[in-house]
């Protein structure tokens, strides 16, 4: 993966954050990227100190400005995009009976429409070169559904329908377009949830553990080497058997 360029969105923390530093410890030059650019700066000065090549890009890929200045700005600074990994994302957890119109639209906007702007945004570039991995981060609730997130579970399911699309669509210029769907994995976002309901997670979970970022970010460097070149329109679960 010497020299190739990777774009991991959502990355200042938790699953992004161990998907870029992985994928800079394995020669990529990876572009991180969180909605504060102060923020993503001091991060990604921190991962240069180890010498790994790495450029902070603040911007919301909500909208199509946010996810163009991000791509734009990877393009500028390396020239190209090979490796976009369509990670950033949200929840807005509620029952359905009192699930606002707003927690609706926020997911769907951040989780699969961020989606459609950032690939977008890199598609051409990955053209150009007849070289491409995109790499999508779903969860297994986009499987199985899950009470209390029926925006989340849609837009986790449509990720998985968009990316096999893509991947018939892009097979001819030797881009692969795959999915992973995350169980439970420990990270700031399910640190918000009550003792009880970890430990129920826990308890259904055959491989006894939560799973860390650095586990999701090995099957994100596996997608996105050579080896990984005749894979595509796949969704790969990493969960330690909780949808089994
Ligand atoms: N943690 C889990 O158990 C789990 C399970 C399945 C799937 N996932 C998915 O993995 C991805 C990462 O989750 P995490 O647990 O690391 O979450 P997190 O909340 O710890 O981190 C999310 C990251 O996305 C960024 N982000 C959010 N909205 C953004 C926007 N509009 N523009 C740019 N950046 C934005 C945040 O700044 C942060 O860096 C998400 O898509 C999440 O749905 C997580």
């Known amino acids: 993966m010497k020299g190739k360029v990777a774009v991991v969105t959502g990355s200042s923390r938790g699953i992004g954050l161990a998907i870029a530093r992985t994928l800079a410890k394995n020669g990529c030059r990876v572009v991180i990227n969180s909605r504060s650019q102060e923020r993503i700066n001091s991060i990604a000065s921190e991962l240069q100190k180890h010498g790994l090549e790495i450029t902070g890009i603040g911007a919301d890929i909500q909208t199509k400005e946010g996810a163009d200045q991000l791509i734009q700005g990877a393009i500028e600074k390396w020239g190209g995009v090979d490796i976009l990994v369509n990670n950033a994302g949200i929840n807005r957890d509620n029952l359905f009976l009192r699930m606002k119109e707003e ?89 918000q949830l009550s003792e009880k309901i970890k430990e129920q997670m826990l308890a259904r979970i055959p491989l006894q553990r939560f799973g860390k970022g650095e586990d999701i970010a090995e099957m994100v460097k596996f997608l996105a080497s050579e080896e990984a070149g005749y894979i595509t329109g796949q969704v790969l679960i990493v969960d330690g058997g909780l949808a089994l």
Not at 145 to 172: C, R, W
Request: charged content about 20%; proline content about 2%.
């Open 103 to 191: 927690e609706w639209d926020e997911v769907i906007q951040t989780n699969l429409k961020g989606m459609f702007h950032c690939t977008k945004a890199s598609i051409r570039s990955m053209t150009r070169k007849k070289w491409g991995r995109i790499i999508n981060i779903s969860s297994v609730v986009g499987l199985t559904g899950n009470p209390g997130q029926a925006n989340y579970s849609a837009a986790k399911a449509g990720i998985i329908g968009f990316t096999k699309t893509l991947a018939q669509e892009f097979g001819g210029r030797n881009i692969t377009a795959n999915v992973i769907a995350p169980g439970f994995i420990e990270t700031e976002m399910t640190d």
